[in-house]
């Protein structure tokens, strides 16, 4: 890594560091246009194509140009401040967009997944009450599906990406484009408040129906800790996370602090199955110098001959999403001599806890809390426990509430007070600390397994597992059992080569004894060829934890808990 690149003391930032939330601020004005100001003709993305061979580049004043154009149509439209759009387009330049343009009015933009179906479009669209719907050509097939649904009445503007042909009831994008404006004017616009509203994000509901998480417009500012000291960002930067546009990930990598410090994105419009062979060639042909990819998109590469690649303009390697497993970390550092750098967040927030390029890794740890962020770890009663001690992440919001985390469960006002308690933000999830203040992940509240007497977290178990090589991706839960009352199950995916068998179940179990204390070892596995996950691609342990259920109430009259 160049000197340049790491020359902040952790903790004297930690020190100095203030947040500076104008009364005004406008992401798409304020950045990208000033970007397109400052250097006009520096590439501020690069789109590349599923094959991996297209690639078109837009500069930062080509973007701000085509933002005004958006702006304008959906002015035309009569979209106002304050309307909801739901944004449904994969990794194409029409997302920004759309999306910058919306935010230039402030519009708020819903952006969702293209693994979304019909059914999660029309939740979406009753929930929010959206006014209209963006979105491209392999997904208006699932609007139209439910377009007549009363849930979807609130629906006025039908916006249409790349058509293949004319369709009925929708309006061309590129027509609207072709007939719109490149300039806008600020001052005819209603400014926005750094407390508006600035886009809704829907949770991965892992544990029930998504919720809708509202973000401010300063949510960008918080944004600028995640590029500039947990990605190690600067203007020279070229950075490639590995995100689908609907995913909350995609502003945190792909938007917002990345173009605050005037670095180049890359997206790649991954359709299908992820190759990693086509990922790999990306990192090559296009000179990545920073990557973030989810866990399980490093266990893909490091099955793939990963020296025979030129990787030599990557600098930093990060991961995010779901924890990642500490065997994971060494294989790709024994291929590419570099570290993955983990980091913790949510939908809810920025980067509160990450590990930084001038600090010593622990593998399998989060790292320490980041700049701007007091976190710790706290009990129920608004307490900081000591070092080794289980409890909840906890954020300070009291007396000042940090730009980067959500408004409120935006409709749900019980489910927004059950996570703030006093100063506290509760995060949900669980960890402790070790005594030099890294933190651990245990699992998410609702997760963590109480068997025999013990607290037990699923990560830990799941990160044993994945060391075997057998394994290609376990998901670890409590399951009902009639002397114990709970046990630890796990479900696992095997790799190629590998087959269901006694003999494999009790090579596993012995394994997990050996790398983590014994009490924790599944007392019961189950094969599966695939786990039940949310659209944004979590394992959803509450359908396991369902199934487990199911399973035993076939034999007995009651759960034993």
Not at 226 to 237: C, G, P, S
Not at 307 to 312: K, V
Not at 371 to 393: M, T
Request: hydrophobic letters at 35%; glycine letters at 6%; aromatic letters at 10%.
């Amino acid at each position: 890594m160049s000197e340049e690149h790491n020359m902040y003391d952790y903790e004297k930032v930690r020190e100095d560091f203030e947040w500076n939330v104008p009364e005004y601020y406008n992401f798409s004005f304020d950045e990208l246009d000033e970007r397109a100001k400052e250097m006009p003709d520096k590439d501020a993305l690069i789109s590349i194509d599923n094959s991996g061979e297209k690639a078109e580049k837009h500069t930062f004043k080509e973007l701000s140009e085509l933002s005004n154009k958006f702006a304008n149509v959906l002015r035309n439209m009569g979209v106002e401040k304050g309307d909801r759009a739901m944004v449904l387009i994969h990794r194409i330049p029409e997302w920004y967009v759309a999306v910058l343009g919306m935010m230039k009015l402030g519009v708020i933009p819903i952006p969702t997944p293209n693994l979304a179906v019909s059914e999660d479009i029309t939740y979406r669209i009753e929930r929010s009450q959206a006014s209209t719907i963006v979105t491209d050509w392999s997904n208006h097939e699932k609007v139209d599906k439910v377009r007549d649904k009363d849930e979807m009445s609130s629906l006025n503007n039908y916006i249409l990406v790349n058509p293949e042909e004319d369709k009925e009831g929708w309006k061309n994008f590129d027509d609207l484009m072709e007939k719109a404006s490149p300039e806008l004017d600020r001052d005819e616009i209603e400014k926005t408040r750094s407390d508006d509203p600035l886009l809704i994000y829907f949770t991965s509901g892992t544990t029930g129906q998504p919720k809708m998480v509202l973000h401010t417009h300063s949510y960008p500012l918080g944004h600028e800790v995640t590029a500039k000291y947990v990605q190690d960002l600067k203007k020279d930067d070229i950075n490639w996370t590995i995100a689908d546009n609907g995913w909350a990930k995609a502003v945190w990598g792909k938007l917002f602090g990345q173009w605050i410090v005037g670095a180049t994105i890359v997206q790649q419009n991954i359709t299908g199955r992820f190759d990693p062979k086509k990922a790999l060639k990306v990192l090559q042909d296009h000179n990545i110098t920073t990557f973030c990819v989810p866990p399980t998109i490093y266990k893909m590469m490091i099955n793939e001959d990963v020296e025979s690649y030129d990787l030599s303009s990557l600098r930093h390697c990060l991961s995010a999403g779901e924890p990642l497993n500490p065997d994971v970390i060494d294989k790709w550092e024994e291929y590419t001599g570099l570290r993955i750098y983990d980091y913790y967040g949510q939908t809810e927030s920025v980067a509160l806890v990450a590990n930084y390029p001038n600090m010593e890794v622990k593998a399998g740890s989060m790292g320490k809390p980041t700049p701007g962020h007091d976190v710790d770890i706290i009990n129920d009663d608004q307490e900081r426990l000591s070092a080794g001690e289980e409890g909840h992440i906890g954020l300070k919001v009291k007396p000042e509430r940090p730009p980067g985390l959500f408004k409120e469960y935006w409709k749900d006002e019980d489910k927004t007070k059950s996570v703030f308690e006093g100063d506290w933000y509760y995060t949900g999830d669980k960890a402790y600390k070790d005594e030099d203040g890294y933190f651990w992940f245990v699992g998410r509240a609702d997760d963590v397994i109480k068997a025999s007497g013990y607290r037990i977290g699923p990560f830990e178990v799941e990160s044993a597992l994945q060391e075997h090589p057998a394994v290609q991706e376990p998901a670890v839960i409590g399951a009902p059992h009639e002397v114990r009352g709970k046990i630890v199950k796990a479900y696992v995916i095997l790799n190629d080569g590998y087959e269901p068998s006694e003999e494999l179940k009790k090579e596993l179990q012995d394994h997990v004894k050996e790398v983590t204390a014994p009490y924790k070892y599944p007392r019961e596995i189950e094969f599966v060829e695939e786990l039940p996950k949310t659209i944004s691609g979590k394992i959803r342990r509450t359908e396991l934890r369902e199934r487990a259920e199911e399973k035993y109430l076939k034999d007995h009259d009651q759960l034993p808990y």
